[in-house]
């Protein structure tokens, strides 16, 4: 299964969403997900979460997940976080990690990860609808 996931703000910290994108063997899901008011950073390790997630609940034996975020990517790779505030998602993405056979990540500039792009930046502008919604 192939997993392209990216976290965007508006603000940093702002409102914030992640896109997921699923494909794998009859699969592909777009997920746009509003996320509430976070740093652009903390967007993307929730985002890699919650791909995560969707992808284990079908219990995949190979993930290829794909980000533009290096600090991401580094921070799976050594199995740490130096930001105290991403340590507790990082937990949870390692968990999730340890439950799959063979799991690879993969940078991807923002060309290369444009649907996970738009996807994020939908679920702000979902968020921002809502809040507006309630104000009115």
């Known amino acids: 299964m ?3 996931v990216d976290g965007a703000s508006s603000g940093n910290p702002g409102l914030s969403g992640a896109g997921v994108v699923l494909v794998a063997n009859g699969i592909y899901e777009q997920h746009a997900i509003p996320l509430g008011a976070y740093t652009n950073h903390e967007a993307e390790f929730m985002a890699v979460k919650l791909g995560l997630e969707l992808a284990c609940s079908k219990q995949p034996t190979l993930i290829r997940l794909y980000t533009d975020s290096k600090i991401v990517i580094e921070s799976i790779e050594k199995r740490h976080a130096k930001n105290p505030l991403f340590k507790p998602l990082l937990d949870q993405i ?3 990690i340890d439950q799959v056979p063979l799991f690879f990540i993969e940078w991807k500039n923002v060309a290369q990860n444009k ?3 738009q996807l994020a930046r939908q679920a702000i502008q979902k968020a921002r609808r809502q809040k507006n919604k309630k104000k009115a």
Do not use: N
Request: hydrophobic share 45%; net charge negative.
């Open 2 to 4: 192939e997993i392209y």
């Open 94 to 96: 390692l968990q999730l």
């Open 115 to 117: 649907q996970a792009d």
